[in-house]
């Protein structure tokens, strides 16, 4: 029994060291070829949806839950002043994207707006961020059909200078 105990406490002393690693960041580059599944540093918050990797980008998905509130949640970003870049495609009807500083990815109180919600054509999006204070950025897409997916790709965060 102690043993089990032993073995369960390390596995999830490894966890916790796991996302212990991911460090702040001042800027992020990522066109998600090479990922399997969700970066163990950012977050996906499907709710009743899906929110997974595949085909070498993010694709948000409906299912059978429009208008569910999803995110992309990435690591923790320094303060200060960024241009952010992504192409947002759908596969038709009503989507939107916006964007929000999350002081901590697991309480919902601390989403904060940071970029009006804005239709997804199609185009390259490009948003002027500001962050008062180090936290993670978070992509919410509104999907308002069943069975309607987005997909995001190429996702750019310099610094301005």
């Not at 073995?7 to 991911?22: D, H, R």
């Not at 759908?90 to 904060?112: C, H, P, Q, R």
């Not at 997916?149 to 310099?158: E, G, K, M, P, Q």
Request: proline share 2%; net charge positive.
């Amino acid at each position: 029994m102690r043993k089990i105990i032993f073995a369960g406490l390390i596995a999830f002393g490894g966890l916790v060291t796991v996302n212990a690693q991911c460090k702040t960041v001042s800027t992020l580059t990522e066109n998600f070829d090479s990922w399997k599944e969700i970066n163990k540093c950012w977050t996906a918050k499907p709710g009743k949806a899906m929110l997974y990797s595949s085909e070498k980008r993010i694709v948000f998905y409906s299912m059978n839950s429009p208008r569910e509130n999803m995110y992309l949640v990435t690591p923790k970003i320094k303060a200060g002043k960024y241009t952010l870049t992504l192409d947002a495609s759908d596969n038709g009807g009503e989507t939107t994207i916006e964007l929000f500083s999350i002081n901590n990815a697991s309480d919902a109180k601390s989403y904060v707006s940071i970029a009006k919600s804005s239709k997804i054509t199609g185009a390259k999006k490009t948003f002027d961020i500001s962050l008062k204070k180090d936290s993670h950025l978070g992509v919410k897409v509104m999907l308002n059909g069943i069975h309607q997916a987005v997909y995001v790709d190429n996702f750019s965060l310099t610094p301005k200078k």
